[in-house]
């Protein structure tokens, strides 16, 4: 294999070490490899002196990583199997790695950014948003639960912002990634090769400085008074009974997204993200994401939502339960008791970014 046809590029420019997700006609999706790869390159540059930064990318125009790689999910789903379980702990640990990584962690969240491509971006320490950033956590939409922290990082949102996002899967552009939390600073994507050369020769702060400007103002900001009123509700039976009954046609059409997505994975959200607020740290919120991803890995939703979105692709998913109402709460409960594989166990670090 060439390094042109790996999946992940490794190499170093100047003071920066350069990774690029290398599977554009997967839309850089992540395989166990390319996690690995991911943090062995982090584990060579953490006390390299010559590398001062590090720089996530996507390969081709579409966008950074689209999330995991989900056809190896289905196959352990479908079939009773537990490599999944292998994969989250790796992409877990790495997750909580770079956002204690002790030098700059430049993420270039530009195109698309779902599930999985947060957890690789949007924990680092310098997370960049263009025109074109279109940034998700759609699990619920797959009978899964947002994981690699996205449960942490939404819980952080302001109001219920995170909340309405978890549930309905909603893709948000560069200004609400910022008002979010999932992001710092906007750059026009015509001026990112630029900045790249630059972050070769320059500390960080210098090089991002001439390219930082304003973004296409977002939608979420004039949502929040019907969005928090709506989501506040403790159960996602009373989410959707405020959003029908709220008289506007946004909370209607957010209604009208929310019940299409799995029953169980909605209340498992929903209980997750209001456990993760209490939890403290990312590593903690991780370790609990990681119990409901195994509990989930069991469950018939998970397989019946990537066939019907990524396998068959009918769009037309028969969830188990099917409604809300059936979905009790002990059935919300078996999703945060410890996997019979063991648990995820992250020390957490409190060090001070000498950079």
């Keep these: ?73 289905y196959e352990d789903a479908r079939t009773g199997g537990t490599d999944s379980a292998g994969f989250w702990r790796d992409e877990y640990r790495l997750n909580a790695r770079i956002a204690r990584y002790p030098k700059p962690y430049v993420a270039v969240m530009d195109g698309i950014v779902r599930g999985g491509g947060v957890g690789i971006s949007a924990h680092g320490s310098v997370r960049v948003v263009t025109e074109h950033s279109r940034i998700a956590m759609p699990e619920t939409g797959i009978g899964f639960v947002p994981d690699v922290g996205g449960t942490y990082l939404l819980a952080l949102a302001p109001g219920e912002l995170g909340t309405h996002l978890a549930l309905t899967g909603a893709r948000i552009g560069a200004g609400d990634a910022l008002l979010c939390g999932l992001a710092d600073h906007f750059v026009p994507s015509a001026d990112l090769p630029r900045l790249l050369a630059d972050l070769a020769t320059r500390p960080v702060r210098d090089a991002l400085g001439p390219y930082v400007s304003q973004p296409p103002p977002g939608e979420l900001a004039g949502a929040r008074s019907w969005i928090d009123a709506c989501y506040g509700a403790d159960t996602v039976e009373r989410i959707v009974a405020r959003l029908r009954g709220h008289g506007t046609g946004a909370a209607d059409a957010a209604a009208d997204t929310l019940v299409t997505k799995s029953p169980t994975a909605s209340k498992v959200a929903l209980a997750a993200l209001r456990r993760a607020r209490r939890l403290g740290p990312l590593e903690r919120v991780l370790e609990q994401e990681y119990r409901i991803s195994c509990a989930a890995l069991a469950s018939p939703d998970l397989a019946e939502g990537i066939r019907a979105q990524v396998i068959d692709k009918d769009r037309g998913p028969h969830w188990t339960p099917a409604t809300l109402s059936e979905v009790t709460d002990a059935d919300v409960a078996r999703y945060f008791v410890p996997p019979a594989g063991g648990e995820l166990r992250l020390a957490t670090t409190s060090q001070e970014m000498p950079w």
Aim: charged share 20%.
């Design 1 to 73: 294999m060439t390094a042109a046809e790996e999946p992940v590029r490794v190499w170093t420019e100047g003071r920066a070490a350069r990774l690029t997700l290398n599977r554009p006609h997967a839309l850089n999706a992540l395989t166990h490899t390319m996690v690995r790869r991911v943090d062995a390159a982090l584990t060579a540059w953490e006390h390299d002196p010559a590398v001062r930064t590090v720089i996530i990318t996507g390969a081709g125009a579409r966008g950074l990583c689209a999330g995991g790689d989900l056809r190896p999910i």
